[in-house]
Nanobody
Framework: QVQLVESGGGLVQAGGSLSLSCAASGRTFSRYAMGWFRQAPGKERDFVARISASGGSTSYVDSVKGRFTISRDNAKNTVYLQMNSLKPDDTAVYYC????????????????WGQGTQVTVSS
């Protein structure tokens, strides 16, 4: 069973930065894509970013392009999300997710989820 544990959320002022981490266990981490999703109050959970198993391919939702960076360290079984120039609209619970494929392009490929970490951006 795959286990994902996020950390690094918190409260930050608009324009500030936060770095999220997600530690994975339970299977060979380097074989599968990873992603970050977020859910704001009263809204559905939305895709934020993904990274392929090798780390060679990434993609982002348009609203975070140029501000967020997803990366992974396969030796540490960890995926990261560096968030810069944060805006109040970025406020949400952020979830780490593991795909069942190396590319993770399709949102339905993500079948393991962490418990989430709260990110709050004040104006």
């Amino acid at each position: 069973q795959v286990q994902l544990v996020e950390s690094g959320g918190g409260l930050v002022q608009a324009g500030g930065s936060l770095s999220l981490s997600c530690a994975a266990s339970g299977r060979t981490f380097s074989r599968y894509a990873m992603g970050w999703f977020r859910q704001a109050p009263g809204k559905e959970r939305d895709f934020v970013a993904r990274i392929s198993a090798s780390g060679g391919s990434t993609s982002y939702v348009d609203s975070v392009k140029g501000r967020f960076t997803i990366s992974r360290d396969n030796a540490k079984n960890t995926v990261y999300l560096q968030m810069n120039s944060l805006k109040p609209d970025d406020t949400a619970v952020y979830y780490c997710a593991a795909a069942g494929t190396p590319d993770g392009v399709g949102l339905r490929e993500y079948n393991y989820w962490g418990q989430g970490t709260q990110v709050t951006v004040s104006s």
